[in-house]
Every structure is written in C-alpha cells, then in structure tokens.
C-alpha cells in the first residue's frame, strides 16, 4: 500500500510541478518584449479576441504560432475585468509586450484621421474627397450644392463615409442657422436659403477677405435695383453643372447661353447654390459693407476695383486691359 501511495504522490507532483511551470512559461510570454522593431499604427481588425490576435500577428506584434495565440486568449479572459478589447486603428509602442498589447486594446485612444473640405468646393469635388479619403468605409454621392460646411473634420478608422458626409451637413445647417439669427436684414434676402446662394455666389467671386462684403453689397445694390448680377462664376455653373473649370475664358456666346445659373440672363439671384462657402463669405452676406458699389472688375493683382457708376468701371476695365496688354510674353 505505502509503494502505490509513493507512487501517487511522484504522479500528484509531476502534475504540479508542470502546472507550476505552464504558469511560469505563460507569465514569461505576457511579460516579456515583443518582437516589433519599432512603434506602429495597426489596424485591429473586429471580430473578437481571433481577429485581434490575427492583426497583431500579421503586423509583427506577436509570433503568430498556436501556443502564443493560446496564451493570448487565457490572457485575455483573465483580465476581462479590465475591460472589452476594442477594433480600432492604434498605436503600439515597439517592442511591446503582451500585457502592453491588451492595456492598448482596451485603453489606448484611436488613431485621428483629418479630412480637410476647402472653402468655395463643388459638390462633385467635396464627394471626390471623401471617396479618396482613408480608413472610410463605403461610398457618398454628390450631396446637394452649398450643403456642406468648409471645414477641417476629425474622423476614425472604419466610419462610414455618409456619416462623416452627414456630419459636414449638419455642421453646414447649424452654422447658417446662426450666421441667419445674426444677419442685417435686407428685403433682397428673405430667407436662409437666399443668403446661402448670395454668401457661394461672393465665395467664387474673391479670395481676398476683406472684399467679401464689398461684393456682397454690389449684389444686393444690383437687386435692390433690379440689374442682371452679371456674376461670370454664376455663368460657368449653369454651363458644366458645377463639373469644374470650363478650360477657357467665358465667350460671348457663353455668356448669352441661356441656364437657370446664367445671371447675365436670368433676373436676379440663380436657384441654388453654386458652391460651398465658408463662414466669411456667409457673414460677409449677412453683414454687406456700406456704399453704393454696382460694378467690380478684376485689378490683375488678385483683388478688384469696385465702381458706383458704369463710366468709373468702364476706366477700371481699359486699366486692366492696359496692365495685361505691358506684360511681357513668356
């Protein structure tokens, strides 16, 4: 009886001297260095602790053998009370171990993405964007002209494109409803919709700041007085429907081609928009500057000279010719 209980306990021993070890090997194995050279932003896939083992393995986080992942995966349901593992894009330090790898999963903050929407885009190019933005899922169509606010967007891996398309919408709405509340009422701008096609029609008028009011006021003087806008990127818009540069100078015959968008033609202001203008170009709107400006032409040094009467314009135009006409050929 004393041989089979001896024999017993060397069995009872060995069990624990091995558990004791596979204890050991795996508190190694989640403490030690990890194989990455250097700190790297990984995508980690969803799908739960596989296809995060999975990205991290791929990536050189880990080995990508059985007895790790199966380490990673006790390891895992050991320290579930510290909380879920997260799919994110997230940065990883180098060499980092296991223990590191889950404090990431769980509380390392996503990778920020900027997607940049310029002031004055089109539809069509605000939609290229954000199709050729990355780390989006899905696909956008054109929105509605002038419906997004130009602006500078935070984003994640993995957002929907229509979502963050939804964001610059709602940002384009908010935005319009305040510049609205604040205006200088004006009887040529009855509503926020009118403004928001005034406020693109001056976006595509001037870069230059500090015109903008200036061009807001030549417009609301023209339709406080029932004169064509005459607004040549207005002309351009009902010509290619907002496709972008025509390739050449507005011709006479462009400009007597009849578009709803054709302000040489059509009474007033167009129907829509004819791009998205940012926040100076909606208060220069809402807040025109003073004087009774009808007329504004190009000075060939990026600004333009304004003119209350067509003579004034008329010896702003030959200066300007004249100016073009002294400059050397290249």
Not at 1 to 6: A, G, I, K, P, S
Not at 124 to 139: F, H, M, R, V, Y
Not at 163 to 171: C, E, I, N
């Amino acid at each position: 009886m004393r041989r089979v209980l001896t024999g017993l306990g060397i069995v009872f021993l060995v069990l624990v001297l091995s558990g004791l070890a596979g204890v050991g090997y795996g508190a190694w194995v989640f403490t030690r260095p990890g194989p990455m050279p250097d700190a790297r932003v990984i995508v980690v896939a969803r799908g739960g602790e596989g296809r995060a083992f999975a990205s991290l393995s791929d990536a050189g986080v880990f080995p990508g053998d059985a007895w790790t992942h199966a380490i990673f995966r006790i390891a895992v349901q050991l320290t579930r009370p510290d909380g879920a593992l997260h799919a994110a894009e997230l940065n990883f330090p180098a060499h980092a171990s296991m223990q590191q790898v889950l404090f990431v999963l769980r509380h390392g903050k996503p990778v920020i993405h900027r997607l940049t929407i310029p002031e004055g885009r089109l539809s069509l190019q605000i939609a290229a964007l954000l199709n050729d933005a990355p780390a989006l899922e899905g696909t956008v169509t054109p929105p509605a002209e002038g419906d997004v606010m130009p602006l500078t967007y935070d984003y994640e891996w993995g957002m929907a494109r229509q979502a963050l398309l939804d964001r610059m919408q709602h940002a384009m709405t908010r935005t319009l409803s305040r510049v609205w509340d604040g205006r200088q009422p004006d009887p040529a701008i009855p509503d926020p919709r009118t403004l928001l096609i005034l406020a693109s029609m001056i976006e595509r008028e001037t870069a230059v700041a500090q015109e903008r009011p200036m061009v807001a006021r030549v417009f609301l003087n023209r339709l406080h007085q029932g004169m064509r806008l005459q607004s040549d990127p207005s002309v351009v818009y009902g010509l290619n429907q907002g496709a972008g540069p025509l390739g050449h100078a507005l011709s006479h015959a462009d400009l007597t081609t009849p578009t709803a968008y054709n302000t040489y033609v059509i009474p007033g202001l167009p129907p829509a928009p004819i791009c998205s203008p940012g926040l100076a170009s909606l208060e220069a709107a809402a807040h025109p500057a003073e004087g009774d400006m009808l007329y504004f032409v190009a000075n060939g040094s990026g600004g333009h000279d304004f003119a209350a009467s067509l003579g004034e314009h008329n010896r702003h135009v030959s200066a300007f010719r004249a100016r073009q006409a002294a400059q050397p050929e290249h």
